[in-house]
């Protein structure tokens, strides 16, 4: 089995540098490759994603992504931007079905900026399709406006479509989920709106009645953005479109106690897996060993699970990183006072002690 490693830029190098420690710890039988990836690729070959790069990664059976990204490649043409690369990855793998999990570990529930009670406990699945939606919709561009409230003026236009199929096959990933958890689906939509998301409704709830046994239900995105917030733990796992799974994550991310314990999963149809942080590169803190190293830990424990059929090496990674919670270490993003403040490197040594 063959994982390409692609660290990408920011804090992504140092991050993926300590997941790597906990594999090899792990002494599975694969090996691992290593690629540059997003502005680090661009500075070396003068792009995001270069050929060698998404070789590797589609001849591997998982990838291991760090993040890309940097402000000073904000002036670059979009399809140079760093960002490019992981859409890209996305994309030509077909990598459609995204788990992010928001699960709040006991330990933490002090570090969100939410009540202790609202959070406790809280264990939700967001599902977000990764390949459709306005993110990928062609026709796409600037021109000029014909009609609107300004005809004659310079505009900027995407589509955001969904085809039956790209629908069906991400909420049969949601159903299923759902069946091996509490067997409950909300399906998240902007149906009183959006067309597009009135058929994603209407389709969701066909593919629902193969599911008799999982209850759905339906919610509009700026309710569910509300409730997420006010009473998380009523929901179990979430399914929606890929641009409202971008927003809605990074919400759910802080009922966590910080993004950077939340790792994410992607996958094709077969079972091909990028596994990354859900957070991003962070080049305000990039370099100084602050970054924390949790989500990519647990973002190489879902690649065991998920790609490599390693659950019990999985299970071993996911109980380490309880054991050094409850040593009460923590990065800066996760640090209360009482605990103790311990950067990037201290984090991954510990989680490799505790595997032991
Ligand atoms: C994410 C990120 C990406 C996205 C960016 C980096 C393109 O925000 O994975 O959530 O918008 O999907
Ligand atoms: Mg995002």
């Not at 079972?271 to 803190?285: F, K, M, R, V």
Request: negative net charge.
């Amino acid at each position: 089995m063959k994982i390409a490693v692609l660290p990408g830029d920011g804090i992504g190098t140092e991050i993926v540098a300590e997941a790597i420690k906990v594999l090899e710890v792990l002494d599975l039988p694969f090996e691992m490759e290593t690629a540059l990836v997003g502005g680090a690729a661009y500075e070396a070959h003068g792009h995001p994603l270069p050929e060698s790069t998404l070789k590797l990664a589609k001849e591997a059976d998982a990838i291991l992504f760090g993040a890309v990204g940097d402000w000073k490649y904000d002036k670059l043409e979009r399809a140079l931007r760093p960002e490019q690369a992981i859409l890209g990855l996305r994309k030509h793998l077909g990598l459609f079905a995204n788990f992010r999990p928001a699960i709040c570990y006991e330990q933490l529930v002090g570090a969100s900026s939410l009540k202790p009670e609202l959070i406790a406990g809280l264990d939700i699945l967001i599902i977000r399709e990764l390949t459709g939606d306005i993110y990928f919709g062609q026709p796409r561009g600037r021109r000029t406006a014909v009609d609107g409230h300004f005809p004659g003026a310079e505009e900027a236009f995407d589509t955001m479509r969904y085809s039956r199929p790209e629908i069906e096959r991400i909420a049969h990933v949601a159903f299923q989920a759902a069946r091996k958890r509490s067997k409950r689906v909300t399906s998240v939509d902007k149906a009183n709106v959006l067309e597009t998301f009135q058929f994603w409704k209407d389709v969701v709830t066909e593919v629902g009645k193969e599911y008799p046994d999982v209850a759905l239900d339906h919610m509009y995105v700026d309710n569910a953005a509300m409730q997420l917030v006010r009473a998380p733990k009523k929901f179990d796992v979430v399914v929606t479109g890929n641009m409202f799974g971008d927003i809605l994550s990074d919400e759910a991310a802080m009922l966590t106690g910080s993004i950077g314990m939340l790792p994410s999963a992607s996958l094709n149809s077969k079972n091909q897996g990028l596994y990354e942080p859900s957070h991003g590169s962070a080049p305000d803190i990039a370099g100084k060993g602050l970054a924390n190293p949790l989500a990519t830990i647990l973002s190489a424990a879902m690649m065991l699970r998920f790609s490599l059929n390693q659950p019990e090496a999985a299970a071993r990674i996911e109980k380490a990183v309880k054991a050094v919670l409850s040593q009460g270490l923590r990065t800066p993003d996760i640090y209360s006072e009482g605990t103790a403040k311990v950067g990037t490197m201290q984090m991954g040594d510990a989680v490799v002690r505790a595997i032991g």
